[in-house]
C-alpha cells in the first residue's frame, strides 16, 4: 500500500520535500513506515530512526511503533528537535 507521510522541520529540509510517499506491505506498522522513510530518501535514514527518537504521528496524535498504518491514515514524522 502507499502511505503519504508529511514532513516538518529538519526532516523537510534534509529530504527537499515536504511529504514522501512510500510503498510498505498490508498490515504495516509505524515502524515499517519509518524503515521505508529511510530507504526512500538517504538523507532521511538518520532521522527517520526510531532508536534516535524519531515517532509518527497518526490522525494527529503520536503512535506507537507497533500500531498499523492504513492507507486513509494522516501520517507526519515527527523528528528529534532540540534548542532553547
Do not use: W, Y
Not at 9 to 35: I, W
Not at 59 to 79: C, R, Y
Amino acid at each position: 500500500m502507499q502511505v503519504k507521510v508529511l514532513l516538518f522541520g529538519p526532516a523537510a529540509a534534509a529530504a527537499g520535500c515536504d511529504s514522501l510517499t512510500v510503498s510498505v506491505g498490508e498490515g504495516a506498522t509505524c515502524r515499517d513506515v519509518l524503515a521505508a522513510l529511510g530507504r526512500a530518501n538517504a538523507p532521511l535514514e538518520a532521522i527517520a530512526d526510531a532508536a534516535k527518537g524519531a515517532r509518527l504521528a497518526v490522525n494527529h496524535a503520536f503512535a506507537e511503533a507497533t500500531q498499523p498504518i492504513q492507507p486513509t491514515d494522516e501520517v507526519a514524522l515527527i523528528s528529534m528537535v532540540s534548542g532553547g
